[in-house]
């Protein structure tokens, strides 16, 4: 829907950025990209977590993105310290703490977490 084009991932471009071999971008990709296929197959939680972003949580057929409340602070440009706005923000579900452990956002305490 939208028609939106797709581009095709520039192992090349990521392989120069990340200082490795093409390959091992390849074979990185790849092998993340069948444990995750496997993962939600198999109904298995799972948990990216992306540096100085946040975490993207699957469980079932729910997806869900948290924020590191940093992150959210350099995006809107402002220190977030009302605590009427971080209660707020917590409620919704939209923080998450880096001192968290992954596995309290699953609601079977099980969850497979990328990258390792």
């Known amino acids: 829907p939208g028609l939106k084009q797709l581009e095709p991932l520039k192992y090349a471009k990521v392989a120069r950025e990340a200082s490795v071999s093409r390959r091992k971008v390849e074979c990185c990709?790849?092998?993340t990209m069948s444990l995750l296929y496997h993962c939600l197959e198999k109904g298995v939680s799972v948990a990216f977590v992306l540096r100085d972003v946040g975490v993207l949580h699957i469980e079932g057929s729910m997806v869900q993105m948290r924020f590191y409340l940093d992150f959210l602070e350099?995006?809107?440009r402002e220190r977030i310290q009302d605590r009427a706005t971080l209660k707020a923000l917590q409620q919704l579900d939209l923080v998450v703490s880096r001192v968290v452990p992954i596995?309290?956002?699953?609601s079977t305490g099980r969850v497979i977490i990328f990258p390792k």
């Not at 596995?103 to 699953?106: E, I, K």
């Open 74 to 76: 350099r995006v809107t």
């Open 29 to 31: 990709i790849l092998g």
């Open 103 to 106: 596995a309290s956002l699953s």
